[in-house]
């Protein structure tokens, strides 16, 4: 879109081409003017403790059962540490550590 942009396209027509909306290219545009990227910021606010402690303890338990489901993960995790995490919390976690199944 950016691309576009910079080829010097009618707004119209990027709007046309790639469905989004005005003020969606003037967002991006005025993004990277200013920080010179357009990558997404991160969410304020203060890390979540429940995944920061997953995080730090998960890479043991997959390896320790690498084949297992995420369903698994999350009644193993609260076996062993005595605190629940949902599914979409553990599936995160394994995304942020790079965990995939082979």
Same mark, same amino acid.
């Given at each position: *879109?950016l691309?576009?942009?910079?080829?010097g396209?009618?707004?119209?027509?990027?709007?046309?081409?790639?469905? =989004?909306?005005?003020?969606?290219i003037k967002?991006? =545009?005025? !993004?990277?003017?200013?920080t010179?990227?357009?990558? #997404?910021? #991160?969410? #304020?606010?203060? #890390?979540?403790?429940? *995944?920061?402690?997953?995080?730090?303890? $998960?890479?043991? $338990? $997959?390896?320790?059962?690498p084949?297992?489901?995420? !369903?698994?993960?999350?009644?193993?995790?609260?076996a062993e540490?005595?605190? !629940?995490?949902?599914?979409?919390? *553990?599936?995160?976690? *394994?995304?942020? $550590?790079?965990?995939?199944?082979t």
């Open positions: *879109m691309h576009a942009v910079d080829e396209r009618s707004r119209a027509e990027i709007i046309d081409i790639f469905q =989004v909306s005005r003020a969606t967002r991006y =545009v005025k !993004q990277r003017r200013e010179g990227t357009v990558v #997404p910021r #991160p969410i #304020p606010g203060r #890390p979540s403790k429940k *995944m920061t402690a997953v995080e730090m303890g $998960l890479q043991e $338990l $997959l390896e320790a059962h084949g297992a489901r995420v !369903q698994g993960y999350c009644r193993w995790w609260e540490h005595g605190m !629940q995490v949902s599914s979409a919390t *553990m599936s995160r976690a *394994m995304h942020h $550590l790079g965990w995939t199944r």
